[in-house]
C-alpha cells in the first residue's frame, strides 16, 4: 500500500483514503439469520457496513399484500406515482436539445387498481411510459406522524395499509435513540431503476414481494462515481401530444450534483479501483444500508419494499468524513464533459 | 465556514475538517450523573466525544486505598516506577548534547511503601527526581488474564490489589463486545505529567484519590500539535554519579513521532484554531476518552487513577479518518526545527 505522505493532490487522496479502507474491510459484510437486538445493531451502526438480515420480523403485509388484497383495501383512493419514459427517476438524462439533465419524474395520481395494471401490462421493458411507486416522502409514514401520534392528523396516500406495516423498527429505533424520519412503500418492477446515489440516513430496507438487487459502494469510493452538476428538470405531458416530455427547470433552481455513471453493473462503468458489492434482498429480508454509502437498485421482477430512514448521527465525526469525502472534488458541469457521461 | 474546493494544500484541509468538526460539536461534553447503560455507551462511542460520568460504580479501592493500606496489602514486593529529573517520562526532552529526544523514563522497582514515602517526601516541584507509578503496560489486568481466566497465570506486580478493582467496566465490555485489552494502575503527584499524545484506544478512566487534569483536542486538531519525529533515548543511572542521565538509542531504535507541543495548557503554546476541552474528573468520576483524541494529563495533590483500555473498533471507518488525519502531515525531524520546539 503507498504511503499517505507521496500523495500529490486531491484525487490521489482520495485513492489512498479509499485503497486504506479496501485494505481494512474488503468487500465483506455480514449475514445475520435474525435480527440483531438494539445493541447488536448499535454496534453495527458504528462499523457503518451493509448487513443482510435474512430472517427479519416479518411484517402483516409479507402474507397479506397480494394484488387483490391491495386493490381491494386502497379502492378508489388515488396514489402518487413516477411516471417516466425511461424508468430513470431522478436521474441523468438526454433532454430535447442534446443536453444532459437532472431529470425529476411526471408524478400521476392513480387507483391501485390501474398502477398494478399497468406493471403487469405487456412486456415491462418494452413500454412507452415507465410507473413506479416511489415518492421517497414518508409515503408510509413521515416523522411529523411520530410527533402528533395520531394518524388522522397526519394522513397518509397509503392509510389503509397502515395497519400492515409496522411505523418503526424497534431495534432499530431503539439503537438510535430516534424514531424513523420517513417510511417509504416502493411499488416497481423491471423497467424502473434507481440511479446511483447516497442519502444522509441510515436505511433499513424490507423486501415484501420480489427481489431487490442492490449495487454497493462505501463512501470512500464516491470518486469513482464522476459526479458532474448537471441542470434541473421535470418531466411534463404534452399539452398537444399528451407524452412525456422533459421540461428544464428556470435557471433560478440549482443545478444537481450527480453521478455521470448511469449503471455501474456494466463491465467498464466503475474504475478499477472501485469494489462495488452485489447483494440481492429476497422477500422477507432486510438489508441494513448504511448512511454515505452508494447504491444502485433494480429488480427483475415485480417487487414491493418498505424502507425506514433513520437520521444518521450528526455529532462526532461521521457527517464530518463524509462531506470532506464528497467535498475534496469539485465536480465539472455535466455538459462540459459529454465525453465522459454516459447517455441513457 | 470557508468552502473545501478552495482548498489549496494539505495544511488547509486539515484546517478546513477542524472547523467543520468545531462548527459541528463545539467544545461541548456530556456530563452524565451516573454511569450510562450498555446501549448508552455504545451510541457514545459512536459519536466519539468525552463524556465525564459523575457518579460511577466505585470500585472497593475508593473506600479502602489509604496509604496505610496500600502499604499493607503490598508488602514487601516490588513495583515498577517511572523515574525522571524533570516528572516528564515519554515527553519530549533535551539531551547533554543540546539535542531533542524522545525520552522513556528509567525503571525502579520499589515497594509500595517507599514509593509513597517518596511521593509524600518534601516539596513535590523540587525533587531531584520525580517518581511516577504509570507502567500502562496492564498493571492490574492485561488482555491476556481474560483469555485465562485464571490470576495466578498471569501474575501482576499489584496481585495483592486485585481484589479492590474490577478487572472489566460491564457496560463498556458489553457495548464493545471484548474484554479490555490493558487495565493501568496509575500513581503520582503533582511533580509528573503526561505529556499530550493519542491512542488508538477507548479509554475509561476512573479517579480513585486526588483529581486528574485533563486537556483534551480532538483527532481533528492533531495538526495544532506541530509533530516532529525525535531521536528515542531512556533514562539510565550513571555508574559514577549515581544521577539520571538521558542515553540515546542506538540509531536501530526507530524515531518516534511526538507533538513539540510541552505544555498545550500555556497562553499561546497552541495555534487559535486549536479549542482545548479542560476537564477535571474527580475521585469518583470517570471520564470516557474516546479513541483518537489528544489528551495531556496532569495533577495537583497525590492522585491514584485506574484506567481500562478497550482496543478500539477496526473495522469500518474510523481507523482509517484517523489515519488519515494523522497521516496527512509528514513530521519534520524535532532537531531541524529547533525554533518552534518548545524545550522543557
Redesign the interface.
Known sequence: MS???TVKDRTELLKW?SE??QG??GTHYDVMETSPN??EF??L?????PVLIKNSEAPDAMSRWTDQYLIQKMGNSKISVAVTPNGRADAVTTGPDGKQYFAEPYVQRLTMSSFLAALSSGDSNSREEVRYLQSQNGNMFRSSYFDVHDAEDEPSEFEALREDVPSEIPWCS????RPPDAVNLWIGDSASVTSIHSDPYENVYTVIRGAKHFTLL???EGWCLSERVYPHSTYMRSPTTNKLVLDPSSSEVPEVRWSSVTDPTVPGALPPEAHPIHITVEAGQTLYLPAGWWHFVRQTQVTIAINYWYDM?????????L??LR??L?PPSGNDVVESAEHS
Open positions: 504511503s499517505i505522505s483514503i486504506e479502507y481494512l474491510n438494539a445493541l448499535s454496534r451502526v458504528h462499523i457503518s457496513r431503539e439503537a438510535l435513540d462505501p463512501p470512500t448521527e450528526s455529532r462526532g465525526m461521521v457527517w464530518v468524513w462531506n470532506t467535498g475534496l469539485e
